[in-house]
């Protein structure tokens, strides 16, 4: 018999059971895996990108975009940076607020189960929930392959589907329907695009070449009064399609159906270096110009792609100039869809936010049901934002069951 059982010993999960411990529960901690935390592990390229300094509400994408607010503000960046420096554990920044381990992922890892310890939290690795079943309010059953179990409070933090080979499973949205809770639909995020293949075959020489863009999302019959959402990162070529952290930004907010637009050259004004170029080095080749500023073999190729033969500027008219200018600060390459879950680092969609308490992750129709992480319809940017949302929602449940 226990207070809490959590299953799922990832971020939200892990921080949830300390906080639960702290306050004196007896809390029961179940991971399927054989190690705990391989998603915060495999981070950041190993380095685990813990958190930013920027969180904010408007970071993150969801239904109902207050629901954020209340575990952010309660448990904010500030909080984990103060826990990560009680370890002694040495980080930096990088662009946009990011921030990284200096070593390793594991510290991290190390440090959430080193607090769970101290807090008594009960861990079974390689523990496969069988069958659950709610007895009564704060009532809960859980059958498993390590032994039967009871709780007062049961916790869903299993994640999504993203990176099925670290152990994704849709358990949570299994559970959700057997309780009938909605459940948004889902899909993969942070992910890269495949294309086309007519273009894919033709850009694939491009493959590993990386460079700044700005990628903007134009929705499917959207008006000019929509505000599309636009990322300025790195953008990177791949032997499948499109990569780098702004098609990885830009993905969460594309579906079927809509355009991708990118500025290949954001910090360039096009048309006034090819009007001037024109005016004061008229022999100059229009490849070698562009060549100035962009790969050389991004030069060609997309020129060849659009059919426009690289000779001095003098020879180009107006309207030539301006099909130039489109094909760099607006080019629309023929997406094909995404890479998927395979290597999506988040699920979009999830367990519906409208049936969750936002001060307490309890599911408001199931006394002592709770969801944290991934498993619900929050999704936060690039950048850390995810593992803050974990570290929020996992901590407003802590106080609660």
Known sequence: MFDVIIIGAGASGLMCAIEAGK?????????????????IIMSGGGRCNFTNL????????CSNPHFVKSALSRYTQWDFIALVDKHNISWHERDHGQLFCDDSAKQIVKMLLDEAQAAGVAIKTQCEVIDHQQIADNDFAVQTNQGDFKCQSLVVATG????????????AYQLAEKYNLPVKPTRAGLVPFTLQPVLKDKLVELSGISFPATATAIKKGASKKDHPMSFSEALLFTHRGLSGPVI?????????????????????????LLIQTQQDRP????????????PKRVVECLLGLAEIESRPLKQFNEKELQQVVALFHQWQPLINGTEGYRTAEVTLGGVDTDVISSKTME????????FVGEAMDVTGWLGGFN????????WAAGQDV
């Open 160 to 171: 999504g589907l993203s990176l099925p080979k670290l152990g994704a499973t849709p358990f």
């Open 283 to 294: 022999e100059l080749a229009l490849k070698t110009l562009l060549s100035q500023h962009l």
């Open 23 to 39: 306050r004196g529960r007896k809390v029961l901690l179940i991971e399927h895996a054989k190690r705990i935390g391989q998603k």
């Open 387 to 394: 593992f803050a949302w974990c570290w929020s929602c996992g």
């Open 248 to 272: 990885l930004q830009i993905s969460n907010y594309w579906q079927a159906g809509d355009t991708i637009l990118i500025d290949l050259l954001p910090s360039q004004d096009l048309q006034s």
């Open 54 to 61: 920027y969180v904010e509400p408007s970071s993150f994408l």
């Open 363 to 370: 599911c408001k129709s199931v006394k002592g049901l709770y």
